[in-house]
Nanobody, 124 residues
Framework: QVQLVESGGGTVQTGGSLRLSCAAS????????MGWFRQAPGKEREFVAA???????SYGDSVKGRFTISRDNSKNTVYLQMNSLKPEDTAVYYC??????????????????WGQGTQVTVSS
């Protein structure tokens, strides 16, 4: 198990950018698959992006071409660069980790550790 702490959320105007960070504590961070999910009010938590230990990435359809996930194993940190933000990107964003690999489009059940979430608000 790893402990995850997200940061970097805030309010931005439509078309703007934000970078979220997720710091992980625990051993063997480089072996973990890391992911980002988001949950808007009244909606289910949805997959945003994931990065495997190999560096292979996958994205949810709604963010492809706009968001980029990356990791820095020397800092035990995963990032989510969000560009061209839209009001519909408004949500609480959660970092997730799993020691094993996950499907190309994983569900919440594919991750064993979760952060507390950080709010992202995109104003129109």
């Amino acid at each position: 198990q790893v402990q995850l702490v997200e940061s970097g959320g805030g309010t931005v105007q439509t078309g703007g950018s934000l970078r979220l960070s997720c710091a992980a504590s625990g051993r063997s961070f480089s072996s973990y698959t890391m992911g980002w999910f988001r949950q808007a009010p009244g909606k289910e938590r949805e997959f945003v992006a994931a990065i495997r230990w190999s560096g292979i990435t996958s994205y949810g359809d709604s963010v492809k071409g706009r968001f980029t996930i990356s990791r820095d194993n020397s800092k035990n940190t995963v990032y989510l660069q969000m560009n061209s933000l839209k009001p519909e990107d408004t949500a609480v964003y959660y970092c997730a980790a799993n020691y094993l690999s996950v499907p190309a489009v994983p569900g919440i059940g594919d991750f064993s550790s979760w952060g507390q979430g950080t709010q992202v608000t995109v104003s129109s």
